[in-house]
């Protein structure tokens, strides 16, 4: 029992991360129905800001958040201007091989800066850890939930209470209406792209602290991005968040139960399953 | 005799009907018009009947089978052909290739196939074109393509969506004589068409829709005079 | 936009055109390089080149004929290499028996991915190919006993090929790959071609230009679509045994990893997908750049020239990592021909001629 609790916290814990990564994954397709094959590499970016701040500034990952944010939203909205706007029409294997060459581009770009070398931010907590109900919880990634909690809860604010957060929402349900409406489609997609881009920069600095951090890393969480995102329905900003979370406790539980090794195999299987029987995502409604 | 039968057929789409116990035949031979507004769920009608979704309830009859949840290239096998509204011509591939495929519906043989896809350019008098990508055509000679193309399957009821729409006077006449040519062959139509004049020249019978339910069904002289279809639909284009 | 009837006639009646006699004569000359070129480095060059041109037309089929974007073909090249090499190694049988293997293995996993996959349309389709190939990439990590997990296996030493005791080739130089190479290109090409002249090719196309009106039109998406993809995954399976038994070592990373996916697309992208000429063309292209970046071919070229010094820090930049740099001009690469050449630098040649005559008309 203590094992299974123990393994659930720390999905959890995990999981509030990988809903961080697929939120911003949904928004971007919700708003511009693309498939952003770039978005761990973005996150991979993530990592590396904090990694540097960190060794060069002397900045704890997650006070540099805060730097992290607003570079990483500018970032994206940087991508999107020069490179995704000009596919928005295009054939949606364009905007995924579009997406694959600039994910190429920026993994290749970091490891002819950095190398391939695998590099570990250590903090003075990186390996502390405390106890709650006989349950050891890691500190930095408990400090990281919280944080996690927090912008989710921003961002479920932006989106329901701000006029910006209305219009993105407006333009992801139809974005010929939202034109109609006088929406600047243009704009939402610009601040959709920079939005998702620091939803994923800050994934990346929040678990830097407790993972290795190398050029190659963002495939990897690309592809969790896209499985989170389709067991919660693209375009759902509450089933991506839903979504990291089953994804979190399945790893970890799939790490337990059978083996580290095959952990990453039960995510891709539960993908398929999903895909094959409710493609419409675990939230939503099945198709007429 | 009738070569189509439509039993009680209902269409839901999460709580809404497009389509409500619509119920009538089409006989051998004859051509049946389909009217009514905009959103009486015409195109949803030729979507069940023609397999592209099952219906929620009721049945389809088409020579005496149930055609229910058959994939829509049985159904094209078994002899109903279908156009789209919307014209969907294989848009990278030249004319003769499009009709091409239409006709290899019915033989393996590029040979036989290229064939019977010449015959049907000439039917529609596009063999000047053939050698063009279908892509680049213009809209009246997309839609000769698209009816070029069904009639390569051989069908023996073609349902035609609205293959009139976006044409000027002249290229309409044309597909009207195109529609009674057919006819002529011996194959059964079903057309949706908002040109009522046309719908009224070429049709036997005619089934009127409005929000999903048969109005009514007669012949063109009993359709036009029907209370109930001026009321509901001619009436607000015809005055 | 007006394609000459009279010339697509001649293409679609008779086999026999300048074409086929152009492709004669080219294979000709390319079957007798190696008695002419004794340089293994020249060899290998081409060797290289020929896998990638059978990697592109294996991946044509199912992508650039019939628009199902696969990018995850690593999943048959590395089913191919894997079933080969532990043949091999673990029971000795022969790799062209483990090649004929590796063919039945690639063909079942695509059919599980076609009964899974086809049932869903344009980026589901991406996604669940990607994910059966990172399932199979795991697992050959994963099931050490079997694959020798992330160390790989490395192939010994080849058997002889003989028939009736005579002993054909010891594969002791690289001219039997050669052959091999070239006759696999042949083979693929052979294919492609007979499928284009085929009830086969008209019904793939047809699906990639639109589902719906194909469905309507009689043709079976599911059954084309799995014989699309178990043609192409058949075929890439054999370029996946070449690789292995030709550079005798498989790891999961470079036979099955994301990378390799996306590589074989690449070459249909970059050469002009649908087409036999572009994987032609687009290996052409890849090829020699990443080997050139490899072995800093470019980098001394670049000094040569006298742009860059050697000896000044930008040099010392240069020759330490352009080696390394083949993945990042990969994807400048796929970035410059979405935006710029959507039809590949085939069409954009193409383009470039016809606006010039154009011009002079």
Partial sequence: MLVFSQSLISGLLIGGVYALIGIGLTIIFGVMRIINFAHGDIMMIGMYLTYNLFTLAGIDPFVSVAITIPIMFLFGALLQKVFINRVLNALPQNQILLTIGLGLIMSNTMMLIFTSDYQILTTSYSSSSFRLFHISISQPLAISFVITAGITALLYWFFMKTDTGQAIRATAQDRDAAQLMGINVKRMSIIAFGLGSSLAGTAGALISPTYYIFPQIGSTFTLKAFVITVLGGMGSILGATLGGILIGVAESMGAVYISSGWKDVVVFVLFLLVLVFKPSGLLGKSRA | ?239 | MAINTKENKAAGGSFITTGTVLSLLALLALASVPSVVSSPYTLHLMILLFLSTIMGQSWNLIGGYTGQYSVGHAAYFGAGAYTTMILLQHFQIAPWYGALAGMGVALVVGLVVGSICFRLRGPYFVLASIAVAEILRLSAMNLKEITNGAEGILATDLPPFSIGGTVITDFSTKVPFYYIGLGLVVLTVVVTVAVQHSKLGYYFQAIREDQDAAHSLGINLSLYKNLALGLSAVLTSLAGSFYAIYVGFVDPPTVLGLDISVQIVLICIIGGIGTIYGPVVGSLVLVPLSEGLRSNLIASAIFETGIVSESSPVGNFLKENLAHAHALIYGILVVVVILFMPDGVLGFAKKLVSKRKGGRA
């Fill in chain 2, 1 to 239: 005799m009738a070569i189509l039968e439509i039993k009680h057929v209902s269409k839901f789409f999460g709580g809404l009907a497009a389509n409500s116990d619509v119920s009538f035949e089409v006989a051998q031979g004859s051509i049946m018009g389909l009217i009514g507004p905009n959103g009486a769920g015409k195109t949803t009608l030729f979507n069940c009947i023609t397999g592209y979704y099952p219906p929620s309830r009721g049945d389809v009859i088409f020579k005496g089978n149930r055609m229910n949840g058959l994939q829509p290239d049985r159904v094209c096998k078994l002899g109903m052909a279908r156009t789209w509204q919307k014209v969907r011509p294989l848009a990278k591939m030249t004319v003769l290739d499009n009709v091409m495929v239409g006709a290899l519906c019915r033989t393996s043989s590029l040979k036989a196939a290229r064939e019977i896809a010449m015959e049907q350019l000439h039917v529609v008098r596009m063999e000047h074109k053939a050698g063009f990508l279908a892509g680049g055509l213009p809209i009246g000679e997309r839609k000769k393509l698209e009816m070029a193309r069904v009639l390569a399957t051989t069908p023996e009821l073609l349902l035609l969506d609205e293959v009139m729409g976006g044409l000027n006077q002249a290229e309409s006449e044309e597909i009207i004589n195109l529609i009674l040519d057919i006819k002529k062959r011996g194959v059964t139509q079903m057309v949706i068409e908002h040109d009522m004049k046309a719908i009224m020249r070429i049709s036997d019978r005619i089934v009127v829709l409005t929000s999903g339910e048969k109005l009514t069904e007669g012949t063109p002289e009993e359709v036009v005079t029907n209370q109930q279809v001026i009321d509901a639909y001619l009436g607000e284009s015809h005055t």
